[in-house]
């Protein structure tokens, strides 16, 4: 497993990120993001959904659990698993469907969920430092290292 560590000075170094790794990311691909609230989990899928063609809001699936997204034939869907007070929820909510090779799953607070998940290709975990943020990125796959790798290129 690899790992990359990144200080993002504001919130446009943190949606150039998001970008840089939409533009790499395959159908197929799953993405973690842990973080305390506040760190920017929701901006980096804004910047994410934004490079691949996303010109709406985005906001975060606090209440739903998932936000559908359909962008240029890709199926991309956003979790929020902050609310989960159990991990069955996810289960019976009919979370593992939407796991496949052909969709990008990013899910927010995804150890709410531990157990129901599939293997991460890239885990991120953002914290705060001064008025930016510090992101520790790790590959979980082998597609996970080649994202990573394409980060370091």
Not at 58 to 71: F, M, N
Not at 89 to 96: D, I, T
Not at 102 to 125: M, R, S, T, V
Request: hydrophobic fraction near 40%.
């Amino acid at each position: 497993m690899t790992k990359l560590n990144l200080h993002l000075a504001d919130e446009s170094a943190q949606l150039a990120l998001a970008a840089r790794i939409a533009r790499q990311c395959p159908a197929g691909a799953v993405i973690f993001l842990h973080g305390d609230l506040g760190t920017g989990k929701t901006t980096f899928v804004r910047g994410f959904l934004q490079a691949l063609g996303h010109q709406g809001v985005v906001k975060s699936p606090t209440y739903t659990l998932v936000e559908p997204y359909l962008i240029d034939h890709k199926h991309i869907y956003h979790f929020d698993l902050y609310r989960l007070a159990d991990p069955d929820e996810l289960e019976y909510a009919g979370g593992r469907d939407y796991f496949n090779d052909q969709a990008i799953c990013l899910l927010e607070w995804p150890e709410k969920a531990e157990g129901y998940l599939p293997q991460a290709d890239l885990i991120l975990h953002l914290s705060y430092r001064d008025s930016g943020r510090d992101v520790i990125i790790e590959s979980g796959s082998d597609l996970g290292e080649t994202l990573l790798g394409s980060l370091n290129s």
